[in-house]
C-alpha cells in the first residue's frame, strides 16, 4: 500500500514523496499511540505505600523512547537525503523550500514526542482511579481528619487558642497542647478555613459531625483496601476530651502502620492516602508541565530541523565547516571573556552584555555579507559557511537579548514589584510567555530566509 501511495505522490505531489512523510508520519503516530498504551499499562497509584515518586520504571522507558525515536530518525534520514531536489536545480515553487522544512519539523516534532506520549498515558491510568471532584472531596476530607490523628505534639503547640463564639479563635492561656492549637507550619487559606471547621465541631460538642467525619475517613480507607486498627467508637474516646482536648503520648495516633513505634498503639494510614491522591490531583493540574514539556520538545525538534534544513541548502562539506568555525567563534568568545574578567574585572552583567553584543554584531555582519553576496550576484564563496551560521544563530540570538533586558531591568534596590516595566512584570507573570514569541517569531523569519536562500541559490559557485 505505502509504495503505491510513493508513486502517487512522486507523480503528483514529489515534496510530499521525497521528505517520505506518509511512511514516517503513520510509524511517528503508530510509536506515540504504543508508547501511550505502555504507560497506561504500567501507569498506577499505590495506597498501600506512602510515596510519592514510586515509578522504577519511568528511566527504563524513557531511554527506550530516547533510543526508539534516534533509531526512527536515522532511518528516515537515510531515505530522505537520497535526494534534493534544491541542490539539483528541480524546478521548484519559492514557498517549497519553506514547506519542506516545515514537514522535516513536523516529523522530528512528533518523533521526538515519545517521552510525552508515555507520560501521558501513566497520567491518564492515574487519573482512572478517581474523577477530579472525588479527588477534591478526598483531599477536603484528608486536610479535615489530620487535625484528629495526632501523631505527635507536632502542630499542637504553636498557637495557644480556643473560641470565644462560633466565628472566631481568640488567644487564651488555658491550653498548652491541644488538639484546638493544630496548624501547620505550611497551609494555604482554604485549609485554615477548613481546620477551623473542625475545631468549632469540638469546642460546641457537634459531636455526630466530628463521627461523620470519621466514618467518612475510614470508609475512605476501606475503599482503597487499607488497614487500621481503629474505629469510631475507640477514636472518639481517644481524642473527644473536652474542654481542653489535650494532646499527649496516650491517645497518639500513627499515620503508618509500624512494628518500631512502641508508643502509639494505634494507627492509620494516612500518609499512603494522602501521597495516593496527591499524585491523582497532580495528574489533573499538570497543564503548565505539560505545556514546558511541549515547548522542550519543540525547541529541539526546531534545532535539529535547522540543522537539517542548513545540511540540504549547503551541503556536508560546507556544513561541517561551519561547525568547526561555530565552535571557533565560541572560543574567541571565552578567551574575550576571560580577558574582561581577569583583566577588566568585569563580572555578572556586564559579562552577559558583552556575550549579547559579541554574538549580535558577527550576526549582523554576516547578514550584510550574504546580503551584498545576493545583490551583486557574487560567486557564493564562503557564504554558504556564513549561510549555516546565520541559520543556527536565527532561534537563539533573540533568547540571549531577552536575558539582558531581563537582567538589565531587575535593579535590586527597587523592591516593590509594581515599579518595575511591564514588560518584565509580564515575562516575569509568564516566563515561558517569550519562549512560545520565540518560536512564533522564528517560524515567520524562516519564511521568508527561505526564499532569500532560494536566490542564493542562484548564484555562481566561484
Not at 533510543?67 to 515553487?93: G, H
Not at 476530607?141 to 489530620?146: A, D, G, P, R, S
Request: net charge positive; charged share 15%.
Amino acid at each position: 500500500m505505502f509504495k503505491k501511495i510513493q508513486k502517487y505522490l512522486l507523480l503528483n505531489y514529489p515534496l510530499l514523496w521525497n521528505t517520505k512523510v506518509i511512511p514516517t508520519g503513520a510509524i511517528v503516530i503508530g510509536f506515540n499511540v504504543l508508547f501511550f498504551l505502555l504507560g497506561f499499562v504500567s501507569g498506577y497509584v499505590d495506597f498501600q505505600n506512602q510515596e510519592y515518586y514510586r515509578r522504577d520504571n519511568n528511566i527504563i522507558f524513557f531511554l527506550i523512547t530516547g533510543l526508539t525515536s534516534t533509531l526512527v530518525m536515522i532511518i528516515w534520514l537515510v531515505f530522505y537525503l537520497k535526494n534534493n531536489a534544491f541542490k539539483s536545480f528541480y524546478p521548484k515553487k519559492a514557498v517549497s523550500l519553506y514547506q519542506e522544512w516545515g514537514i522535516a519539523f513536523l516529523l522530528l516534532f512528533g518523533n521526538c514526542l515519545y517521552s510525552f506520549s508515555y507520560t501521558q498515558g501513566v497520567e491518564t491510568k492515574e487519573k482512572s482511579y478517581a474523577s477530579l471532584q472525588e479527588v477534591l472531596n478526598a483531599r477536603e476530607l484528608l486536610t479535615k481528619i489530620e487535625i484528629l490523628l495526632p501523631e505527635s505534639d507536632d502542630y499542637y503547640y504553636l498557637h495557644k487558642a480556643s473560641f470565644s463564639d462560633s466565628d472566631s479563635i481568640q488567644a487564651k492561656d488555658s491550653i498548652s497542647v491541644s488538639l484546638l492549637n493544630f496548624e501547620k507550619y505550611y497551609h494555604s487559606a482554604e485549609d485554615t478555613l477548613l481546620y477551623n471547621t473542625v475545631k468549632k465541631w469540638l469546642v460546641e460538642g457537634q459531636q455526630d459531625s466530628i463521627r461523620n467525619l470519621m466514618t467518612q475517613y475510614l470508609n475512605l480507607q476501606k475503599k482503597h483496601n487499607v488497614t487500621t486498627n481503629l474505629d469510631v467508637d475507640t477514636w472518639m474516646k481517644l481524642i473527644y476530651n473536652p474542654p481542653n482536648f489535650p494532646v499527649s503520648p496516650s491517645n497518639y495516633i500513627k499515620h503508618y502502620k509500624s512494628s518500631y513505634d512502641t508508643v502509639s498503639k494505634y494507627y492509620v494510614r494516612y500518609d499512603t492516602l494522602y501521597y495516593g491522591y496527591l499524585k491523582i490531583y497532580d495528574a489533573y493540574h499538570n497543564l503548565y508541565s505539560m505545556l514546558d514539556f511541549i515547548l522542550v520538545t519543540l525547541y529541539i525538534a526546531l534545532s535539529l530541523s535547522i540543522l537539517l534544513f542548513s545540511f540540504r541548502v549547503t551541503g556536508g562539506r560546507s556544513w561541517l565547516i561551519s561547525i568547526v568555525v561555530a565552535g571557533l567563534l565560541a572560543f574567541i568568545n571565552g578567551i574575550i571573556t576571560a580577558i574582561f574578567t581577569i583583566v577588566g574585572n568585569s563580572k555578572g552583567d556586564n559579562l552577559l552584555y558583552l556575550t549579547i553584543f559579541y554574538w549580535s554584531v558577527l550576526f549582523l555582519i554576516m547578514l550584510i555579507y550574504v546580503g551584498r553576496k545576493i545583490l551583486n550576484t557574487d560567486s557564493k564563496g564562503k557564504s554558504t559557511v556564513v549561510l549555516n551560521l546565520i541559520l543556527w544563530m536565527l532561534p537563539y540570538l533573540l533568547m540571549l537579548h531577552y536575558s539582558g533586558y531581563m537582567e538589565n531591568d531587575y535593579d535590586p534596590n527597587r523592591d516593590y514589584y509594581n515599579e518595575r516595566s511591564f514588560l518584565y512584570r509580564f515575562f516575569k507573570d509568564y516566563p515561558s510567555a517569550f519562549y512560545w514569541i520565540n518560536l512564533i517569531f522564528v517560524f515567520i523569519i524562516l519564511f521568508f530566509f527561505s526564499k532569500i536562500i532560494k536566490r542564493w541559490r542562484a548564484l555562481p559557485e566561484e
